[in-house]
């Protein structure tokens, strides 16, 4: 069963950016889709972006358009969201989650990670 | 693009039915039969408990169903127990390959 390990809690300045990496154990990323999600404290699941990795595809939320980047590294079955222009709202648990749909997608989230803490504060 | 409307908490008593409502528009829900359900313990990552409106994944309880009709979908749990007690979230495709989530319902088992 494929499991997914993100990276540590991370502290950041606002304006700074920030890297969440995310890698599958137990398996490959095959024609899975991986997804981001952010938690704020205290509130909902909010919809970031998706990385199809074996077809280097990226679709991105309107709300973060031009801010986010997610990359994928098929030698190493590791995926990337990198968030700029960090401000205290972006504040949140960071998962990553896998779609078994592949490039069309299934839309929704069978397996995910454990999440990573970002803080963004002066 | 706003988040689907669910109610902000529901509660029932242990073997009691309760039923969760996540409401979109004609641009999400309505257009498609990708509606999930996750289920959120404190501290914990979510968990898929119903993919494409009805299905269930494996080792999921046959007490969790869901449905949809127009732009609403639904999650009905039967039988409540304790553990039940978490966070639901529903979410739905939102068309140009995207997604959304609705906003969260606390349920409390009396």
């Known amino acids: 069963q494929v499991q997914l390990v993100q990276s540590e809690a991370e502290v950041k300045k606002p304006g700074s950016s920030v890297e969440v990496s995310c890698k599958a154990f137990?398996?490959?990323?095959?024609?899975?889709?991986i997804t981001w999600v952010r938690q704020a404290p205290g509130q909902g699941l909010e919809w970031m972006g998706r990385n199809i990795p074996i077809f280097n595809t990226v679709n991105y939320a309107q709300k973060f358009q031009g801010r986010i980047t997610i990359t994928a590294d098929e030698s190493t079955g590791t995926v990337f969201m990198e968030l700029n222009s960090l401000r205290s709202e972006d504040t949140a648990v960071y998962y990553c989650?896998?779609?078994?749909?592949?490039?069309?997608?299934?839309?929704?989230?069978?397996?995910w990670g454990r999440g990573t803490l970002v803080t963004v504060s002066s | 693009q706003s988040a689907l409307t669910q109610p902000a908490s529901v509660s029932g008593s242990p073997g009691q039915s309760i039923i969760i409502s996540c409401t979109g528009t004609?641009?999400?829900?309505?257009?498609?039969?990708?509606v999930s359900w996750y289920q959120q313990h404190p501290g914990e990552a979510p968990k898929l408990i119903i993919y494409?409106?009805?299905k269930r994944p494996s080792g999921v309880s046959n007490r969790f169903s869901g449905s949809k009709s127009g732009n609403t979908a639904s999650l009905i749990i039967s039988g409540l127990q304790a553990e039940d007690e978490a966070d639901y979230y529903c979410c739905s495709y939102a068309g140009t390959y995207t997604a959304i989530f609705g906003g969260g319902t606390k349920l409390t088992v009396l």
């Open positions: 989650a896998r779609d078994p749909g592949g490039d069309v997608g299934h839309w929704f989230f069978d397996i």
């Open positions: 004609s641009s999400d829900i309505g257009s498609f039969n990708f």
């Open positions: 494409e409106v009805t």
């Open positions: 137990g398996g490959t990323f095959s024609s899975y889709s």
